[in-house]
């Protein structure tokens, strides 16, 4: 009878650690979270994202990275009536799982609580599984936040 070799059960160990991480990757979510573009502020302290080529009903995801290494999510979309939305891709009642939210037909989707909420309703209601509001102002086809609101958000990545 052969022995169990410790190289061959280190390789054994390894693998099923493995399917574990992989599977718990793939539970919560981590195969339908959306790309994310990086954004940096500007020279004035403002990150400022184009607009022009969002559509009705779509919705861009965000990455701000800051000259301190300060990681923050966000996301900008634009609802059925041209209204323009921006919050932080995070919920007060789970950030520290950093699982934030996805798109799905009109609706933002919490990646927890797997509660939605309509394009249009966020920045209307706070609190829970719902999206914290960024404040933002829009200047033309851009959307124009200041580097200080974007840090108040800052709790939720770290």
């Given at each position: 009878m052969r022995r169990l070799?410790?190289?061959?059960?280190?390789?054994?160990?390894?693998?099923?650690?493995?399917?574990?991480?992989?599977?718990?990757?793939?539970f919560e979510g981590g195969f339908l979270r959306e790309s994310y573009e990086r954004v940096r502020p500007d020279t004035d302290g403002n990150v400022i994202v184009d607009i022009a080529e969002l559509q009705a009903n779509e919705v861009h995801f965000y990455r701000y990275l800051n000259y301190g290494n300060q990681e923050v999510r966000f996301f900008v979309g634009r609802d059925?009536?041209?209204?323009?939305?921006?919050?932080?891709?995070?919920?007060?009642?789970?950030f520290k799982l950093k699982r934030g939210f996805r798109f799905h037909d009109g609706w933002m989707v919490n990646n927890k609580c797997d509660t939605s909420l309509p394009l249009a309703e966020v920045g209307s209601r706070k609190g829970g599984c719902y999206p914290v509001p960024l404040e933002h102002q829009i200047v033309g086809d851009t959307v124009v936040i200041a580097d200080s609101q974007i840090l108040r958000g800052w709790?939720?990545?770290r």
């Open positions: 070799r410790p190289i061959h059960a280190l390789f054994i160990v390894l693998f099923f650690a493995g399917a574990v991480l992989a599977a718990n990757y793939a059925e009536d041209g209204h323009v939305h921006v919050a932080f891709d995070a919920a007060e009642n789970d709790r939720f990545f």
